[in-house]
């Protein structure tokens, strides 16, 4: 099925449905709080707001004003859209579906009172919380390097300032200069994103700087979409781009920020421009809830709840979950599912069994989209893996091109479904 933002919408209408039964008479308001306005979040935030008519109140804590979506964060860097393109804010949810938006950090959980206190010095009550704190780094992952170095190597894994930066160091590279990637290891937030990330630094070198070089260290001995990419790497940009898997020394890197050099299985490299990626673990805010196994936070897959306490759910990249890429779209296909699950127990609505659906979409060159897709269906021990689909090697351009301009109605669509 082609995905525009007209069916991407019309995929929630079900969710839709399930959520619109009446309060139950004489219940008081429930109170839901939401940490993180990201695609799980703010997602999970609209669909409670929008279809409990007043019945819950929802209360929704993001630090940012300005959220940047790390999905289409690669094309900004590719020079395909601008940092504009890919910010959105939380008005609308406030003013016409009546959330409380709080601009602030969250610093505490206490799941026997069912409080969140926040840097600012409030403190919220809730009788369902819902934790979509996206991802953090695991100190140490990546030898000589730490979140103090992020200036002079960005990560550029959460979208925004550090997109910024990574974009104007690829611009301001040297003619016949080297860009390092230092790729993470399994599991982390959008498994094909190093990869067309390389293909978007790639597009833009070849044009404005030629003669520069490109290496990835990779600890993985494949990743996600391997064949699609190193076809295109292949096809047009062709002699730029060293990939180093383990075999060949990709998982024994250390680099040095002050010297900016890398160093590979012992041969060190100096470097014009390098993205440290590192090792991920859950946002922060859930290892404080204490609902995380040390990295990530196992969850029901009928509701997304936590599996230490039912009244606290954990969406997206945050969660340990089972089969689906830690990415936007899972991350919004299970707020869908959580919402209704906590618009029923808050309210008495009928609750539908859990499905959920996911793609990741790249783009290789310019009008040149591959894609990665499948469905799931709850079970005891996890979100399971139904049947899935992915981009041949060999497409010829025109169905490229569909697919890249499926990518751009997706987007639109899952936007509007998060902010409104």
Same mark, same amino acid.
């Given at each position: 099925? $082609?995905?525009?933002?007209?069916? /991407?919408?019309? $995929?929630?209408?079900?969710?839709? *449905?399930?959520?619109?039964?009446?309060?139950?008479?004489?219940?008081?308001?429930?109170?839901?709080?939401?940490?993180?306005?990201?695609?799980?979040?703010?997602?999970?935030?609209?669909?409670?707001?929008?279809?409990?008519?007043?019945?819950?109140?929802?209360?929704?804590?993001?630090?940012?004003?300005?959220?940047?979506?790390?999905?289409?964060? &690669?094309?900004?860097?590719?020079?395909?859209?601008?940092?504009?393109?890919?910010?959105?804010?939380?008005?609308?949810?406030?003013?016409? /579906?009546?959330?409380?938006?709080?601009?602030?950090?969250?610093?505490?959980?206490?799941?026997?009172?069912?409080?969140?206190?926040?840097?600012?010095? *409030?403190?919220?009550?809730?009788?369902?919380?819902?934790?979509? #704190?996206?991802?953090?780094?695991?100190?140490?992952?990546?030898?000589?390097?730490?979140?103090?170095?992020? &200036?002079?190597?960005?990560?550029?894994?959460?979208?925004?300032?550090?997109?910024?930066?990574?974009?104007?160091?690829?611009?301001?590279?040297?003619?016949?200069?080297?860009? *390092?990637?230092?790729?993470? #290891?399994?599991?982390?937030?959008?498994?094909?994103?190093?990869? %067309?990330?390389?293909?978007?630094?790639?597009?833009?070198?070849?044009?404005?700087?030629?003669?520069?070089?490109?290496?990835?260290?990779?600890?993985?001995?494949?990743?996600?979409?391997?064949?699609? /990419?190193?076809?295109?790497?292949?096809?047009?940009?062709?002699?730029?781009?060293?990939?180093?898997?383990? %075999?060949?020394?990709?998982?024994?890197?250390?680099?040095? #920020?002050?010297?900016?050099?890398?160093?590979?299985?012992?041969?060190?490299?100096?470097?014009?421009?390098?993205?440290?990626?590192?090792?991920?673990?859950?946002?922060?805010?859930?290892?404080?809830?204490?609902?995380?196994?040390? &990295?990530?936070?196992?969850?029901?897959?009928?509701?997304?709840?936590?599996?230490?306490? #039912?009244?606290?759910?954990?969406?997206?990249?945050?969660?340990?979950?089972?089969?689906?890429?830690?990415?936007?779209?899972?991350?919004?296909?299970?707020?869908?599912?959580?919402? &209704?699950?906590?618009?029923?127990?808050?309210?008495?609505?009928?609750?539908?069994?859990?499905?959920?659906?996911?793609?990741?979409?790249?783009?290789?060159?310019?009008?040149?989209?591959?894609?990665?897709?499948?469905?799931?269906?709850? $079970?005891?021990?996890?979100?399971?893996?139904?049947?899935?689909?992915?981009?041949?090697?060999?497409?010829?351009?025109?169905?490229?091109?569909?697919?890249?301009?499926?990518?751009?109605?997706?987007?639109?669509?899952?936007?509007?479904?998060?902010?409104?």
């Amino acid at each position: 099925m $082609t995905i525009n933002r007209r069916t /991407f919408l019309g $995929t929630g209408a079900a969710t839709t *449905a399930a959520l619109a039964a009446p309060q139950v008479i004489g219940q008081a308001r429930g109170r839901v709080v939401v940490i993180g306005g990201g695609a799980g979040g703010a997602t999970a935030a609209r669909y409670i707001a929008k279809d409990s008519k007043g019945a819950i109140d929802v209360t929704l804590v993001e630090p940012t004003r300005t959220y940047y979506t790390c999905f289409f964060s &690669n094309l900004y860097i590719g020079g395909f859209k601008e940092v504009a393109d890919i910010g959105h804010t939380y008005g609308r949810l406030a003013s016409d /579906f009546g959330i409380n938006v709080v601009h602030d950090w969250a610093v505490g959980v206490d799941r026997s009172a069912r409080t969140v206190s926040l840097a600012g010095g *409030a403190t919220l009550s809730y009788d369902r919380l819902i934790l979509s #704190p996206g991802i953090d780094f695991v100190d140490g992952s990546v030898e000589g390097w730490d979140i103090t170095a992020q &200036n002079a190597m960005p990560h550029a894994y959460k979208a925004g300032s550090q997109s910024e930066l990574l974009r104007a160091q690829v611009r301001g590279m040297p003619e016949g200069g080297v860009y *390092a990637m230092i790729a993470p #290891p399994n599991p982390f937030r959008c498994p094909p994103g190093p990869y %067309e990330r390389i293909c978007m630094v790639a597009h833009y070198l070849k044009s404005a700087n030629p003669t520069a070089k490109i290496i990835i260290a990779d600890p993985k001995p494949k990743f996600s979409k391997m064949a699609l /990419f190193q076809e295109g790497w292949g096809d047009h940009y062709d002699g730029m781009i060293d990939w180093i898997g383990p %075999e060949f020394g990709g998982d024994k890197v250390s680099v040095d #920020p002050a010297a900016m050099t890398v160093t590979i299985d012992g041969e060190t490299t100096k470097v014009d421009a390098c993205n440290v990626i590192p090792a991920m673990k859950a946002g922060r805010i859930a290892e404080i809830a204490g609902v995380t196994d040390g &990295n990530w936070a196992p969850v029901s897959a009928y509701d997304m709840s936590s599996r230490t306490d #039912p009244n606290v759910h954990v969406l997206g990249d945050a969660s340990q979950q089972g089969d689906m890429p830690k990415s936007g779209f899972s991350a919004n296909s299970q707020a869908k599912v959580c919402a &209704n699950a906590v618009r029923g127990a808050l309210t008495g609505s009928k609750v539908f069994p859990a499905r959920y659906s996911n793609t990741c979409w790249s783009l290789i060159s310019a009008e040149n989209g591959v894609k990665v897709g499948a469905s799931y269906e709850a $079970t005891d021990e996890k979100i399971k893996n139904t049947g899935g689909f992915i981009s041949k090697t060999g497409e010829n351009a025109e169905l490229r091109k569909a697919t890249y301009e499926e990518s751009e109605g997706w987007y639109a669509g899952i936007t509007a479904d998060m902010f409104g």
